[in-house]
């Protein structure tokens, strides 16, 4: 099974330390955000690896061939001319991810105490994918049904609220904020023909979910760290010297 690492976006949230390179190259502990992914999920038996890049791309390209691609098998994803946005990101990558039934999907910035291994195997039979998703606090959230089905997405602070099933009431359903990691079927390429090159993974869901189950993972006792704005590298780092 693949692991695909986002790693292009422009960590615009970690400026002034993301002027100079990717957000993967960001260190937390002394080291960088990419080799902490890595290294976790070579804990969980990964060890084929497909990341994308576009900002600073080739400085990530240079970190792994000077650290011997960091002990894995690596297949860079790049998106040159433009940033495909989550869902553009892995119908872009297919060719790359495509052939073992199901990858994972992990964003470069998340540090947790996720068992992988549990999740994958958590994952039913019908699902094109499976979300870890948590309780945290925040403005936008999936929706869930009884089964842990998503049914729809809403946004807090505006009142926004979108479902593949119509106009539905958010006060029915589970509330879980995304997390950040994803299971996924490659059952999901074909649903993807016909979307443009550039569009988000979130989009995608909310319109495919209506006939294509997707559900929620949720862990007791999670600790998941967004380490993608300067406010939580203090909290990455407490995280990091605990799990020592």
């Known amino acids: 099974m693949k692991a695909m690492i986002f790693a292009a976006g422009l960590g615009t949230r970690l400026r002034p330390l993301t002027d100079d390179r990717p957000k993967a190259l960001v260190e937390v502990e002394g080291k960088p955000l990419l080799r902490h992914t890595v290294e976790n999920l070579q804990r969980f038996g990964f060890n084929d690896f497909v990341i994308n890049v576009h900002h600073f791309a080739g400085k990530i390209e240079t970190y792994l061939k000077e650290n011997?691609?960091?002990?894995?098998?690596?297949?860079?994803?790049?998106?040159?001319?433009?940033?495909?946005?989550?869902?553009?990101?892995?119908?872009?990558?297919?060719?790359l991810l495509e052939g073992d039934g199901?990858?994972?999907?992990?964003?470069?910035?998340?540090?947790?105490n996720l068992d992988i291994s549990a999740m994958c195997e958590a994952c039913p039979a019908d699902a094109i994918s499976t979300l870890l998703v948590s309780e945290r606090e925040t403005t936008r959230y999936f929706l869930f049904d009884d089964d842990g089905r998503l049914c729809g997405w809403t946004n807090l602070s505006t009142g926004e609220v979108k479902s593949p099933?119509?106009?539905?009431?958010?006060?029915?359903?589970n509330r879980f904020a995304f997390a950040g990691v994803h299971c996924v079927s490659d059952r999901i390429f074909p649903l993807m023909e016909g979307w443009p090159a550039?569009?988000?993974?979130?989009?995608?869901?909310?319109?495919?979910a209506k006939e294509n189950p997707i559900y929620a993972y949720v862990q007791t006792g999670l600790e998941l760290i967004d380490v993608g704005k300067i406010e939580t590298l203090g909290l990455a780092s407490d995280f990091i010297r605990r799990r020592r």
Do not use: C, M, W
């Not at 960091?70 to 297919?94: P, Y």
């Open 198 to 208: 550039k569009f988000s993974i979130v989009d995608f869901y909310l319109q495919a």
């Open 68 to 95: 011997d691609n960091l002990g894995v098998n690596v297949a860079l994803s790049k998106e040159e001319t433009e940033l495909l946005d989550t869902g553009g990101g892995i119908k872009f990558a297919r060719p």
């Open 102 to 112: 199901k990858f994972l999907i992990h964003n470069v910035d998340i540090l947790s």
């Open 165 to 173: 099933f119509g106009k539905i009431d958010p006060a029915k359903y």
